[in-house]
Each structure stands twice: as C-alpha cells, then as structure tokens.
C-alpha cells in the first residue's frame, strides 16, 4: 500500500509537471500571436525618415562673402547624415571624388555642416565634413567643398577647395603643404596651394587654382 501510495503521489506530481508546461507553452503562443500582430499593424506606412535636400537647403544659412579659410567660415549649419539618403544626394554623370568618399567612407563621416552662398545662376552651397580617413586622427581630417544643386536639388558638380592635408608624396626635398581659398562677392573662388620645406618651413613654391561658376558648372579659369 505505501508504494502504491508513492505511485500515484508521483504520478499526480508528473501530471503537474505536464500541465505547468503547457500552460507555459500556451502562454508563448499567446505571446508569439501579440508580436505577430503589432509585426502586422507595423507593415503599415512609414513616414520617410530622410530629410528632402530642398528642406536642408532652405534651412541653409546664407554665408558671408568675402570669405577666407582658414579663419572663419560665417554661419554654417550642421546636417545630420542619418537624415540624408545619399543615393539621392548627387546628379553626377562621370566619376567624382566626393561621391566616391562618401560613399565609400560614409561610416567614417564625423561631422557635415554646410552654408549656401549668395544664390545668382545657380544655386551653391559650401559643404564641409570631417573624414576620420586616417586612423592616427583623433578628429579626422576637415575638407571643404563648393558643390552646385540642380532643379531637383541634388549636387550636380563640385570642387574640394581645401583639405587640411595635402599628401605631397616622396617628394625632393621632403615638403609639406597648407591650402587656402578665398570666394568673392561674385563666387570666384581662388584656391592656393603653399608648399614648404619640411624642416626649415621655407616656402617653395605654390599653385594656385581659380574657380568660376559658368553655364551650370563650376569651370577652372585659364
């Protein structure tokens, strides 16, 4: 009698066992069915996350000219990449380098801000970003650029005017580089490459590059 007792306590204790389990697995069905239904109720229609470059550029401070950098470039507004779908940020028909880094180093952009400049014949904007393009830059390395939008508000053309480092090479004797640019009144922009002894500092020589917006496009003067 005692081991048929101990029988069905263990049965009864197995029988509660069972059904804790399937009160469990009913519980994450149910569970299962709730996060099925809000998957359901999310296949509804987002708004677009990414901000129209038509909004960013009405929202563009318009800068200050006579401009020079290095100093200060007067206002410029900051652009959050994560509101910018960049497979709709450019209108280029052949290969260009700011396309090409930023779409390859898009990851690797710390920071953007831009102004708009004076519009006359086309709409310009200066857009400039820190690249962390070099792991032994805490900050990155800052490029500027002067980038021209179509009717459609994507950047049709544009020209890096400034890079705080210029590779120079295996150059003889060894060199480094400074840029400059100064943008007119009328958006001629001069571009100035100084290169110096690496030692000593003494200025070799320097290039010196001008920029004009003509017929849509932005054209190097002769």
């Given at each position: 009698m005692i081991r048929s007792k101990e029988g069905a306590t263990e049965t009864r204790g197995g029988r509660n066992v069972m059904k804790q389990v399937w009160i469990f697995l009913l519980c994450l069905l149910a569970l299962c069915g709730m996060e099925n239904a809000t998957a359901k109720g999310d296949d509804v229609p987002r708004p677009e996350i990414y901000q129209s470059m038509k909004d960013i550029y009405d929202d563009l401070p318009i800068a200050q000219l006579p401009m020079r950098y290095p100093g200060e470039i007067s206002p410029l507004a900051a652009i959050d990449k994560n509101l910018l779908d960049k497979n709709e940020l450019f209108s280029f028909a052949k290969e260009n380098f700011?396309?090409?880094?930023?779409?390859?180093?898009?990851?690797?952009?710390?920071?953007?801000?831009?102004?708009?400049?004076?519009?006359?014949?086309?709409?310009?904007?200066?857009?400039?970003?820190?690249?962390?393009?070099?792991?032994?830059?805490?900050?990155?390395?800052?490029?500027?650029?002067?980038?021209?939008?179509?009717?459609?508000?994507?950047?049709?053309?544009?020209?890096?005017?400034?890079?705080?480092?210029?590779?120079?090479?295996?150059?003889?004797?060894?060199?480094?580089?400074?840029?400059?640019?100064?943008?007119?009144?009328?958006?001629?922009?001069?571009?100035?490459?100084?290169?110096?002894?690496?030692?000593?500092?003494?200025?070799?020589?320097?290039n010196v590059c001008v920029l004009e917006i003509k017929n849509g496009a932005i054209v190097t003067e002769d």
């Amino acid at each position: 009698m005692i081991r048929s007792k101990e029988g069905a306590t263990e049965t009864r204790g197995g029988r509660n066992v069972m059904k804790q389990v399937w009160i469990f697995l009913l519980c994450l069905l149910a569970l299962c069915g709730m996060e099925n239904a809000t998957a359901k109720g999310d296949d509804v229609p987002r708004p677009e996350i990414y901000q129209s470059m038509k909004d960013i550029y009405d929202d563009l401070p318009i800068a200050q000219l006579p401009m020079r950098y290095p100093g200060e470039i007067s206002p410029l507004a900051a652009i959050d990449k994560n509101l910018l779908d960049k497979n709709e940020l450019f209108s280029f028909a052949k290969e260009n380098f700011l396309i090409d880094n930023l779409s390859a180093y898009w990851k690797r952009i710390k920071d953007i801000r831009a102004c708009r400049l004076p519009e006359k014949s086309v709409k310009t904007i200066l857009l400039r970003l820190y690249l962390m393009d070099f792991q032994d830059s805490e900050r990155g390395h800052e490029y500027v650029f002067m980038c021209l939008l179509n009717d459609a508000f994507r950047i049709s053309d544009c020209r890096e005017i400034y890079a705080d480092y210029v590779h120079c090479g295996k150059s003889k004797p060894p060199m480094r580089a400074k840029q400059e640019f100064v943008i007119d009144a009328d958006l001629r922009c001069t571009v100035t490459t100084h290169y110096y002894t690496l030692d000593g500092g003494k200025e070799l020589h320097r290039n010196v590059c001008v920029l004009e917006i003509k017929n849509g496009a932005i054209v190097t003067e002769d």
